[in-house]
Structure formats: C-alpha cells, structure tokens
C-alpha cells in the first residue's frame, strides 16, 4: 500500500542501525564532495531561547528530504541544547511524501556517523579516544564506538561529574573524568556539546591529534587557536564560507581553501592528515546526512511494517 508512513522517535530510533547509517553517511558525503548533492544553505529563524532551521536536500542514490529542527539552548544547564523537529522524506520521482520520522535521535546517529567517519579517515588507529560531553549526541557517538567493537579505552569527560559517571557507566570501556584529563593524551577528540564557549584550551591537546566538533550551534566549541594550528576538514564548503548557522562559528574569516572536504578524504581522491599534523573536523550538520539517516530508517521500516500507514487520497 502507497501513503504517509510516520514514525515516532522509538520507531525512528530502531531504524537507525548505525553499521547501516555509517555506510550511507558515508556515500553522503562522497557524493557532497563531488557536487553531486542539490541543497541550500540551511536557513532559520531566529527566538529569543533558539532558532528554528530548515534544511532540503536531494542525493543521488539516497533520496529527497527536508529537516525542520529547533535548536535551543538551555540554560538551567549550559552547555547543553535541544534539537527536536521532524524529517519528511519524499519519493524522489514524483515528490510525493512517503516518510516522517522524529528529527532528535535522527540528527545524533547521522552525527555521530560523520564524526566516526572523520575519525576513520584521518585517525584510523586511536590508542586513546575522549567523548566531551554527557548528553543526547555524547550518548550517540559512544552508541557508535560500542558498534565498531573498537577496542580502545575512552574517557568520558565533562563538568557535570555526576551525569558523566551515570553516562560512562553505561559502556564497559568508558570511565568518567573531567574535560581537562579526558583530552589530555588522546588521540581523537570528540567534542558532543551544546557550548557558545570553546571546551578546551589548544594546550590540552596532544600533537597529532584528531578533533571531532560536532556541537557549536550557538558559538565557539573549539578555540581560535587550535583552529589555527589544525588541517581542516568539513562537510561542505560553506562550513568556512557561509555565515552561520549555515556555516561553523569557529571557520568564520578561515580561508575557505584551507578546508579539505571529508567525502574526498572517505573516497581517497585525498590523501587526509599530512604526517603527525593536528586536524580537525568541524561539523555543521548538514542535510545530505538527514537523507542518507532517513532512507536507512525508511527502507527498515518498510521491511518491517513499522509505523503508522496513512493511504494515499488517490
């Protein structure tokens, strides 16, 4: 039967295999390095607490999508945002809706993938990983880790000790710290935050690291220095050259041909880290990854007969 079929975040969550997810992201972002994706730089509207963004794309392969998400901080505890709003995939041939599922737990997997996948293709072979962060996306990225079956100890790190043990706790090859002694040492960094301020200063870092920032929705998560000192990598070109909240905080006045896109690193058309050099990955969510997360939750749902089948009026 042809209709609307909508799911809900439990529905949405279980889709998400992340082995699956990872491979799509993945092509998502070949196919964004190659130029072969149709989307407009993400638009939003600005509330006093948050803003609210749309974000369309088409991918080759994958399909046609759109994501509205509200992005709000929170500030009875800083450091920390929201992201809820909904994904509507769309049969890419007659524009017809065929999917709605929730955005949340949507956006983190396809986050996280892209952050794995950086760490894949510039830092393969880490001996000590830090997750910065305890909440939604800090969760997601271990999910992932723990779904590679890396066998390497992680540090979860944070200023909320209490909500870093509990997340720490949940993975056998985590323990808790502070942010200063989780990124002191390792080998890839993983910034999972909702900040305006950056984390962490360049002199925690150790030399051939490898940084993952993902959060940043609202200002700096890593500091000017380490962006400075650091090879550059991205989703998109706009991430140096858009403002925000289509472009990064932290790559704005960043010469735009300093930033290398992951795709081309994934696909091998280049080579990623030159030697021992500091790179980082500076993420700004951008919608192919929505497309690549939506038909993979699609296409389990349809298998399955997951969620709620509303029939076409025709």
């Known amino acids: 039967m042809n209709g609307l079929r909508i799911l809900d975040r439990e529905q949405t969550r279980a889709g998400l295999d992340?082995?699956?997810?990872?491979?799509?992201?993945?092509?998502?972002?070949?196919a964004l390095s190659r130029?072969?994706?149709?989307?407009?730089?993400?638009?939003?509207?600005?509330?006093?607490?948050?803003?609210?963004?749309?974000m369309p794309a088409y991918v080759p392969g994958l399909g046609l999508a759109a994501k509205l998400v509200s992005v709000f901080a929170d500030p009875s505890r800083p450091g920390r945002s929201s992201h809820r709003g909904v994904v509507v995939l769309y049969d890419a041939h007659d524009g017809t809706p065929v999917a709605l599922m929730d955005a949340e737990p949507l956006t983190a997997v396809r986050t996280a993938a892209s952050a794995t996948l950086s760490m894949r293709a510039l830092?393969?072979?880490?001996?000590?990983?830090?997750?910065?962060?305890?909440?939604v996306q800090a969760r997601a990225q271990l999910d992932l880790l723990a779904a590679l079956g890396l066998d390497v100890p992680v540090t979860v790190g944070g200023r909320d000790a209490e909500r870093v043990a509990a997340l720490a706790a949940a993975y056998p090859f985590a323990r808790?710290?502070?942010?200063?002694?989780?990124?002191?040492?390792?080998?890839?960094?993983?910034?999972?935050?909702?900040?305006?301020?950056?984390?962490?200063?360049?002199?925690?870092?150790?030399?051939?690291?490898?940084?993952?920032?993902?959060?940043?929705?609202?200002?700096?998560?890593?500091?000017?220095?380490?962006?400075?000192?650091a090879a550059l990598f991205a989703e998109w070109p706009g991430a140096a050259a858009a403002p925000p909240p289509a472009g990064a905080y932290e790559l704005q006045g960043v010469d735009p041909g300093r930033v290398v896109l992951l795709g081309?690193?994934?696909?091998?058309?280049?080579?990623?880290?030159?030697?021992?050099?500091?790179?980082?990955?500076?993420s700004t969510g951008h919608a192919a990854l929505d497309v690549a997360a939506a038909s993979v939750v699609h296409a389990w749902a349809r298998s399955t007969g997951a969620g709620n089948l509303l029939a076409s009026a025709d």
């Open 18 to 30: 992340p082995l699956r997810v990872l491979d799509a992201v993945a092509a998502a972002l070949v």
């Open 264 to 282: 081309s690193v994934v696909d091998g058309r280049h080579p990623g880290r030159d030697g021992a050099a500091l790179t980082l990955y500076k």
């Open 176 to 229: 808790p710290g502070g942010i200063e002694d989780a990124v002191r040492g390792a080998d890839v960094v993983f910034c999972c935050t909702g900040a305006v301020a950056p984390l962490f200063p360049r002199a925690w870092l150790a030399e051939g690291a490898h940084v993952s920032s993902v959060g940043g929705s609202h200002g700096c998560e890593v500091d000017a220095a380490t962006v400075a000192d």
């Open 123 to 135: 830092a393969p072979d880490p001996r000590r990983i830090a997750v910065v962060g305890a909440g």
């Open 35 to 54: 130029g072969e994706v149709s989307a407009p730089p993400r638009i939003a509207a600005q509330a006093p607490a948050g803003l609210l963004g749309a």
